[in-house]
């Protein structure tokens, strides 16, 4: 059997909710860290990146982009997609909603200053956060949608996690999602995967850096030198 193998920058970033679902199936993934724009010109010549972009997931012979495919993928494949037709709906509805929150959480590291950085945070989960846990109120299962485990509680934890490590007290008065959140990270595979060498740090300055110099693009204007890894001429 061929290992699967998930090509991407050397950190968390957009293949981030793929390693959780990747993890919550059990299955076994290797890495692949792009970390010049040499190593990136190889993956765009090879023709397995139908859209030229990363993350690329190699897995059952099939090259997938797009994460939001890779994650639906991956829940059909371990019946993590719901019971019914609106468990699916309440699935994709919760799972968009994540995006919409989560994309605050990735442009952390981007920021210039923390404390305007959390304030941030805190404004994206003010206005999400009730929502959620209304959510899960009404289905009074413990889940998003339905009675059992889903692929929206596990991209929603991946974000609310992504949150936690920066603002530590996000949750203290919203129950459901931190039984969710506790609930989700303590499942086997998760939290097998949660305390492997898999599993980056929370990005950084360094990811910041590696991800322009692998694409050749400006830094933050509040770094040094923003322009250093753009071609000139
Ligand atoms: N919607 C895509 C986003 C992919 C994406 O923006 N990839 C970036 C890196 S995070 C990329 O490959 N940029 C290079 C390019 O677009 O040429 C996904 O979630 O997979």
């Given at each position: 059997l061929n290992p699967v193998r998930l090509h991407y920058?050397?950190?968390?970033?957009?293949a981030e909710t793929t390693r959780w679902m990747l993890a919550v199936n059990e299955i076994k993934f290797e890495n692949v860290a792009i970390e010049s724009p040499e190593a990136l010109a190889a993956l765009r010549a090879s023709g397995k990146l139908p859209f030229d972009q990363m993350p690329l997931l190699e897995i059952d012979g099939l090259c997938l982009s797009q994460s939001s495919a890779m994650i639906r993928y991956l829940a059909r494949r371990g019946n993590?997609?719901?019971?019914?037709n609106e468990d699916a709906l309440w699935c994709d509805m919760v799972a968009a909603a994540t995006d919409d929150f989560s994309e605050t959480a990735k442009q952390a590291a981007f920021q210039a200053d923390a404390d305007q950085m959390r304030a941030g945070l805190q404004a994206r989960f003010d206005k999400f956060g009730p929502r959620f846990e209304a959510r899960l109120k009404h289905e009074g299962?413990?889940?998003?949608?339905?009675?059992a485990l889903t692929f929206a509680d596990v991209v929603l934890t991946e974000a609310l996690t992504e949150y936690l490590e920066r603002m530590?007290?996000?949750l203290a008065h919203s129950p459901l999602l931190a039984s969710l959140q506790k609930r989700v990270t303590e499942h086997l595979g998760i939290s097998a995967y949660l305390r492997s060498s898999a599993r980056y740090p929370l990005a950084n300055d360094d990811y910041v850096i590696s991800a322009a110099s692998v694409l050749q693009r400006a830094l933050?204007?509040?770094?040094?030198?923003?322009?250093?890894?753009v071609l000139s001429g």
């Open positions: 920058f050397k950190g968390r970033g957009r993590l997609y719901g019971a019914s299962t413990g889940y998003c949608a339905g009675k530590p007290d996000l933050p204007a509040h770094m040094p030198d923003p322009n250093r890894f």
